[in-house]
Every structure is written in structure tokens, then in C-alpha cells.
């Protein structure tokens, strides 16, 4: 039995001038004018397409709406260090190991349902907002040859549950705390500001895209909370109510927590359209199964459609 990885499962909408985009029928076009050619080198890390699936058959073999890919990240001919199973001393150096010539070894991946404005997406190590520059860098390409291709230049946005939203109308906002990757914030000052890259615009200004690599690891936060409370000026609670539903729209954050004047808690887990689920690994890696990953993709926006949540 192969092991198995839990991972997240998130319901986003490409957006592109604060419109809803088909995304899926733009990719179609563009995937049929490079075919094969979906590689994209930067700083000697290369993306492509791994897998793509553009007639989606589900598990009863009808036909579904909707186009599957898996796009995968490496550093080109990158070596990668050993250690030997058996050490021969005290202290072992180790060594490294090519790949099989004409490979990379695959670092990172990414797998997606794509349903016209509609993306359910599981990275195992690739953010949202790399696809997001992916897809623009592959239309720029197509569009050498064809330029009626549009080029996407979009973000993908995490979709709100409505109910939380409702919470923190109705119930008002006493404390909120967020933080980011500056590697989010910055992209996110490219696309519309958010919440928290507007607080921290002093400390990140037109990042290069060697800069976002390795402004990754650089967490950044921010804490507001009510003074006052429900005697508070009612500016003030309107005020941190904005920053809260700003909080909740943003893509920006890895975490946040939202505490209503009621004592309600919210948390991402909470708030935005996910899933956690178990995914099988693929043989002896830290890749996941392509098929496993796109049935459980189709399962969770089945869920979602069930339940009238991607028409809020």
C-alpha cells in the first residue's frame, strides 16, 4: 500500500481586472498553440506541464466539465546530496547525484481543476501565485505566434464562506492578527494591495522576480485590536470591521485569526472553500499520484457545486 501525505485542497476564481476570466478556455487555446513546449526557465528553475487532461472522464466514465493539469518545478540538471547508508566513519561527507541524463529532478508540483473561472487547487510545494505567473509567462509565449490569445495576467482568489462573513457583520470585530510570506505580499502589490501589503508597503518595493524567490522565507505580521471594544467610536468598529472582510478576501496571508466582539473565532480553516484530505505519494517520492489528486480535485468541486457554494 503505497503512504499517503494529507494536503489542502483550496476553491479559488480567476480574476482579472476585477473580472471573472475563462481561464480554462483561454488555456485551452494556448496549450493547443505550444503543445509540448510548456517549459519556462527562471534562474535556472524550470516549469512544465507534467500531465494534462482535456477531456475529463469521472470514475463512471462520463464526460465532465473542465480541464485537469499537473505542472511540476526544478532546478535544471540540479544535483541532489546523498548520504551513505552505511557510514564508514565518524563523520560522513556524503556526496551527490545527478540526474539520469536528459531529467531534472521534480522539486515541487501542482495539480488543478479548471472549470471556465472556476480552480480547485493543491500545491505540494508550488503557491497559488506561481500558477498564477506560470500561466502569464505561457500566454505571453503563445502569443508570439497568435496574438487574439489574451494574456493572462490574473490572479487566482480564494473564495469566502458567506456564513463567517456574515459573522463578522453582524457580531462586529474586536481583534484581528495576519501574517504573510513577503514573497505574497509582494505579488500582491503588483495585483490589488492588500490588506496587510498595505500596512508593510514601506518594506517592499518592485521586487524582481530573483527578489520574490527569495523574499519566500520572509515572514511578516500584523496585529490591530479594538480599544474600547463596544464603547469604541463607531468609526473605529466600521474600521476594523473593513480590515477584518479585507483580511478574509486577500490571498495574502498564511494564517490569520479573527476575533468577533462576540468571542467567535476565525481562522482560514474556517473561512475560505478547503479541504483537507489524505493523497497517496507516488512510488518512492514526495510527489503526489496525478490521477488520485485530479479524482479527489473533481470530488471536492462536485462537493462544493452540491452545495451551491461556487454560485455565492
Not at 498553440?33 to 527562471?42: E, N, V
Not at 497559488?128 to 497568435?146: G, M, P, Q, V
Request: proline share 3%; with cysteine; glycine share 6%.
Amino acid at each position: 500500500m503505497s503512504k499517503k501525505v494529507r494536503k489542502n485542497l483550496q476553491y479559488l476564481r480567476a480574476v482579472q481586472d476585477g473580472n471573472l476570466i475563462d481561464l480554462e478556455g483561454i488555456l485551452r487555446r494556448v496549450l493547443q498553440k505550444l503543445a509540448l513546449h510548456t517549459q519556462i526557465i527562471a534562474y535556472g528553475e524550470q516549469t512544465q506541464i507534467q500531465h494534462r487532461n482535456l477531456n475529463i472522464l469521472d470514475s463512471s466514465g462520463d464526460l465532465v466539465d473542465g480541464i485537469w493539469l499537473h505542472i511540476g518545478k526544478g532546478m535544471e540538471n540540479e544535483h541532489m546530496r546523498t548520504m551513505r547508508n552505511r557510514i564508514l566513519s565518524i563523520n560522513d561527507d556524503g556526496g551527490s547525484q545527478p540526474p539520469p541524463e536528459g531529467f531534472s529532478f521534480l522539486s515541487k508540483e501542482a495539480f488543478l481543476h479548471i472549470d471556465k473561472h472556476h480552480v480547485i487547487f493543491c500545491g505540494n510545494g508550488i503557491r497559488s501565485e506561481n500558477i498564477s505567473l506560470y500561466f502569464k509567462a505561457l500566454s505571453k509565449e503563445a502569443r508570439t505566434d497568435d496574438d487574439s490569445i489574451p494574456l493572462l495576467d490574473m490572479e487566482l482568489r480564494p473564495v469566502a464562506n458567506c456564513d463567517k462573513l456574515r459573522m463578522i457583520q453582524e457580531h462586529g470585530v474586536k481583534y484581528i492578527s495576519m501574517n504573510a510570506s513577503a514573497y505574497q505580499l509582494s505579488v500582491e502589490q503588483t495585483k490589488k494591495p492588500s490588506f496587510l501589503a498595505t500596512v508593510l508597503r514601506t518594506m517592499i518595493v518592485e521586487p524582481t522576480q530573483h527578489e520574490l524567490a527569495q523574499q519566500e522565507d520572509i515572514q511578516a505580521g500584523v496585529f490591530l485590536k479594538l480599544k474600547g471594544n463596544r464603547r469604541a467610536a463607531v468609526e473605529a468598529q466600521e474600521l476594523m470591521q473593513r480590515y477584518a472582510q479585507e483580511v478574509v478576501d486577500d490571498d495574502g496571508g498564511d494564517s490569520f485569526e479573527i476575533i468577533t466582539q462576540n468571542g467567535e473565532v476565525i481562522k482560514p480553516a474556517n473561512v475560505k472553500l478547503s479541504k483537507s484530505v489524505l493523497l497517496p505519494k507516488f512510488e518512492q517520492t514526495n510527489g503526489l499520484s496525478y490521477l488520485e489528486t485530479s479524482y479527489a480535485l473533481l470530488e471536492f468541486f462536485n462537493e462544493l457545486k452540491s452545495d451551491n457554494l461556487t454560485e455565492q
